[in-house]
């Protein structure tokens, strides 16, 4: 089971950046899939999950109107579109897969998920 997140990068407040994760070694529909992100001495919190068929997404309070998780389960990719992006959105981004997750509510932990990709840096500075 691999994980790889791709497409952070350095933008200014305001603007627009989407991450991907990348999968394989599993079949993705049968795997709910978490963001979570990482700022320096912060411990990791998250950010967004989606539901295996993609139909429930679920997201922090904190980029609640601004990000927007999706999954391509024929391409084993998750996205994560992130619009509006503040200096608090600065973070080490993570992906994460979880076979089975009873409730919604428990997208939220990462103890929920068994596996995660290495992170993808986001910087929002101007």
């Known amino acids: 089971v691999q994980l790889q997140a791709s497409g952070g990068g350095l933008v200014q407040p305001g603007g627009s950046l989407r991450l991907s994760c990348a999968t394989s070694g599993f079949t993705l529909d049968d795997y709910v899939i978490g963001w979570f992100r990482q700022a320096p001495g912060k411990e990791r919190e998250f950010v967004a999950g989606?539901?295996?068929?993609?139909?429930?997404?679920n997201y922090a309070d904190s980029v609640k109107g601004r990000f927007t998780i999706s999954r391509d389960n024929i391409g084993n990719t998750v996205y994560l579109q992130m619009n509006s992006l503040k200096s608090e959105d600065t973070a080490v981004y993570y992906c994460a897969a979880a076979a089975a997750v009873n409730y919604m509510s428990n997208y939220r932990y990462t103890e929920t998920y068994a596996y995660w990709g290495q992170g993808t840096l986001v910087t929002v500075s101007s």
């Open positions: 989606i539901s295996r068929s993609g139909v429930t997404p």
